[in-house]
C-alpha cells in the first residue's frame, strides 16, 4: 500500500515527466521478407525538406497567398487539445517544486527508479526538476514545457535517430519511441507517430485546436471516474464492481490540488445526477472503509490508517466530492526513510 501512495503522490508532482521518458514497450519485430530496418545513428540529422520557391509580388496586384498559420496563445494546452478522449491533465512545475512535500515525493521517486532523475543530469544535461516550468498530458500526447538549451537528446536512449525540420527536431527510437523538441522550450512526447504530427500541427497552427476546460490549481486536469481506482489498493472483489459501476455511467472527475510547504490539499469532483451520487457516495465510502481497515491491521501502516482518515467523501451539489488534506509529516512517515531526512 505504501508503494501505491508513493506512485499516486509522486505522479501529482513529476509523473507526467516520467511518462515522458521512461522506456516504452517494444514492438514485434518485422516479417523475415521486410527489408531491414537501416542500422541507428544516434543523433543522425535528416536535412530540412526544402520548401516550394515564392512566386515573384506583382506591383498592384492583390496578394492570393494563404496567411500564415496562427500560433495558439497556448502551445502546451493546444498540443493535448485532441477532442479524443476525456483525460487531460496540467501541473504547474513552478509552483510547487521548491516546496517540502514535492522534495520528499522526488527524493522517494528517484530511490524508487534507482537514480533514473541522477542519470538525466549527468548524461543528458537536463535536470526534469528544475529546468520544467510546466506539464500536461492527454490521451495521446505528453507536453513539457521550460528551458531545455543544451540538453542533449539523444542520450535519452541507445539508437535514438534524429530528423531535424528548422527549429524542430524529432527523435524515433528502435522501442517505439516518439518525441520531438521544439527549440529550447517544449517536448511533446506522442503515442505514436500519428498523435505526435498532430500535437506538432496543433502547436504550429496548422490544425485546429478542440477546446480545453481550463482548472485552477497547482495541478487540475479531468478524467473518468475510475481513473480514481488504479492507483488505490482495493482487492478485486472491491475494485472491479465499483469500476464496472463507474464506467457503466460514463461518469468523469475534474480535480485539483494546492501545495504548501507544509501541506497538501486535493479536491476531486465526479460528475453525477442526485440519485447516481448517492449510489457513488455510498459505494466510494465502502471502498474508502475497506482501506482503512486493511492499513489497521497491516503493523507497519498505522500512517496511512492516519492519512486515510483525512479521506472524507459525500454528495454535493452536481456530484460526488472527495477532499484530502495532507501534512508534511503525515506524508514523512507514509513515504519512510527516504523523506525522512528531507527539509
Known amino acids: 500500500m505504501r508503494r501505491a501512495l508513493v506512485l499516486l503522490l509522486g505522479a501529482l508532482v513529476v509523473g507526467a515527466v516520467a511518462l515522458a521518458v521512461w522506456p516504452t514497450p517494444t514492438p514485434p ?19 530540412a525538406p526544402r520548401s516550394a520557391p515564392k512566386p515573384p509580388a506583382v506591383a498592384g496586384a492583390p ?5 500564415p498559420p496562427r500560433r495558439p496563445a497556448d502551445p502546451v494546452l493546444a498540443a493535448i487539445a485532441t477532442g479524443d478522449g476525456p483525460r487531460a491533465a ?8 521548491d516546496t517540502r512535500l514535492a522534495k520528499m515525493l522526488v527524493a522517494c521517486l528517484n530511490q524508487h527508479d534507482r537514480g533514473q ?11 526534469p526538476i528544475q529546468s520544467v516550468d510546466r506539464v500536461a ?15 542533449r537528446w539523444e542520450k535519452l536512449r541507445e539508437g535514438l535517430v534524429a530528423e531535424r525540420r528548422g527549429a524542430t527536431t524529432l527523435y524515433r527510437g528502435e522501442g517505439g519511441e516518439q518525441f520531438a523538441s521544439l527549440g529550447d522550450g517544449l517536448v511533446v512526447v506522442g503515442r505514436d507517430a500519428e498523435a505526435l504530427e498532430a500535437a506538432i500541427a496543433r502547436i504550429e497552427g496548422r490544425a485546429p485546436a478542440e477546446p480545453v476546460e481550463v482548472g485552477t490549481g497547482d495541478i487540475w486536469g479531468r478524467g473518468t471516474a475510475s481513473d480514481l481506482l488504479e ?15 463507474l ?12 501545495f504548501a510547504d507544509d501541506a497538501v490539499r ?10 447516481e451520487a448517492s449510489l457513488v457516495t455510498d459505494a466510494l465510502g465502502a471502498a474508502l472503509s475497506t482501506l482503512r481497515g486493511r492499513a489497521a491491521e497491516a503493523a507497519d501502516s498505522a500512517s496511512m490508517a492516519k492519512l486515510l482518515e483525512g479521506l472524507r467523501v459525500e454528495t454535493v451539489e452536481g456530484g460526488v466530492g472527495l477532499d484530502l488534506a495532507i501534512g508534511a509529516e503525515t506524508l514523512a512517515e507514509v513515504l519512510g526513510p527516504c523523506a525522512q531526512d528531507v527539509r
Not at 542500422?39 to 535528416?46: N, Q
Not at 498530458?137 to 540538453?151: H, I, P, Q, Y
Not at 464506467?247 to 494546492?258: I, K, N, V, W
Not at 479536491?267 to 445526477?273: F, G, N, S, T, V
Open 266 to 275: 486535493v479536491a476531486l469532483r465526479i460528475d453525477a445526477p442526485g440519485d
Open 137 to 151: 498530458g492527454g490521451d495521446s500526447v505528453v507536453v513539457l514545457e521550460g528551458r531545455f538549451a543544451g540538453v
Open 247 to 258: 464506467d457503466a455511467a460514463e461518469l468523469t472527475m475534474g480535480y485539483e490540488a494546492r
Open 117 to 127: 532523475l541522477d542519470r538525466f543530469r549527468d548524461e543528458m544535461g537536463w535536470d
Open 231 to 245: 492507483p488505490l489498493s482495493l482487492p478485486p472483489e472491491v475494485r472491479m464492481p465499483l469500476a464496472s459501476m
Open 90 to 97: 496540467v501541473l504547474d512545475v513552478t509552483a510547487m517544486r
Open 63 to 67: 496578394d492570393t497567398r494563404p496567411a
Open 29 to 47: 519485430p518485422p516479417p523475415r521478407d521486410a527489408p531491414p530496418a537501416p542500422a541507428p545513428v544516434a543523433a543522425s540529422v535528416a536535412p
